[in-house]
Every structure is written in structure tokens, then in C-alpha cells.
């Protein structure tokens, strides 16, 4: 009975520990380069501190050459670059889906969701939530699905 309880204390211990430490982990810090004017990216950013990110706000004129130099082809455009950890992140990605990348480091350009669908993180509109789909850049351009969101099944 003793022995028992002595180990759940230790266990106690240990899961208190573990949060500690996740709660003392460094924010993953993002920068992110947006037009002035742009209030979606303005949302997304919000959605990105509220995740417990540490955001660097660049306003440009054009955020193109920071897309084209962090390997986003163009025809995955959106109205924003974020730069983490060495990938390239374009529009509206969720803040989990930018987690799961830099946790798993995959050899790629980085992430996007091409356009402004309304429903993603920073593109809310009361309770429409088109389907869309968070793709994984590789460096030759290429892209798969990295996550898929509102889609039948999913
Ligand atoms: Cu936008």
C-alpha cells in the first residue's frame, strides 16, 4: 500500500515536471512578411499568438520575393510569408500544421494554402468554413497534402 502510493507520487511528480517543462519551452518564434492594408494576415497573426507563437511582424510591399525565396511556387500564392525554422509558410496555415512541421523537419520548402479560403485560421466569416487542404512544399516545387480540413470524412 506504502509502495504504491510512493510510486504515484513519483508519477505525480514526473507529469508535473513534463508540464513544467513544456510550459518553459521557448515560443517558436515567426516571421512574417504581409502587405500594410492586409487584415486577414493581421487575423492570422492573432491566430498564431494565441497558439503560443512568438511573431515577428514585417510589413513589405510586396510579398512576393519572399515567397519565391523560401521556394513557394507561385501558383501556391496567398497574401502572406512566414519564415520558421527555415521553411517557408504561406497563407492562412493553421498554427498546429506549422507545429507538426517543425517537430518532423521534413526535407521540403515549407507549407501553403494557396489563396484566402474563407473558414481558415484568420479568414473567419461567422460559420462558413470552406474545405481546404494545407500543402507540403518539397524544394523542386512539388506539393502533397500535408492536412486536409471541412472535407467529407475528414
Ligand atoms: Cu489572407
Not at 510510486?7 to 512578411?33: D, M, Q, S
Not at 515549407?110 to 474545405?131: F, H, I
Amino acid at each position: 500500500m506504502r509502495r504504491r502510493h510512493f510510486i504515484g507520487t513519483l508519477a505525480a511528480g514526473a507529469a508535473a515536471l513534463a508540464l513544467e517543462r513544456a510550459l518553459a519551452a521557448p515560443a517558436p518564434a515567426i516571421e512574417v512578411f504581409k502587405t500594410p492594408g492586409c487584415g486577414c494576415c493581421e487575423a492570422w497573426v492573432g491566430h498564431l499568438r494565441a497558439s503560443g507563437f512568438a511573431v515577428t511582424v514585417r510589413d513589405v510591399d510586396d510579398t512576393g520575393p519572399y515567397r519565391a525565396r523560401a521556394g513557394i511556387p507561385e501558383r501556391f500564392g496567398s497574401c502572406h510569408t512566414g519564415l520558421i525554422a527555415g521553411y517557408g509558410i504561406e497563407g492562412h496555415v493553421p498554427a498546429a500544421d506549422i507545429r507538426r512541421l517543425v517537430a518532423a523537419r521534413p526535407a521540403a520548402a515549407g507549407l501553403a494554402v494557396p489563396g484566402m479560403t474563407v473558414g481558415s485560421p484568420g479568414m473567419e466569416q461567422g460559420s462558413r468554413k470552406d474545405p481546404f487542404d494545407v500543402f507540403l512544399i518539397r524544394r523542386d516545387g512539388a506539393a502533397s497534402v500535408f492536412a486536409s480540413y471541412g472535407k467529407r470524412g475528414a
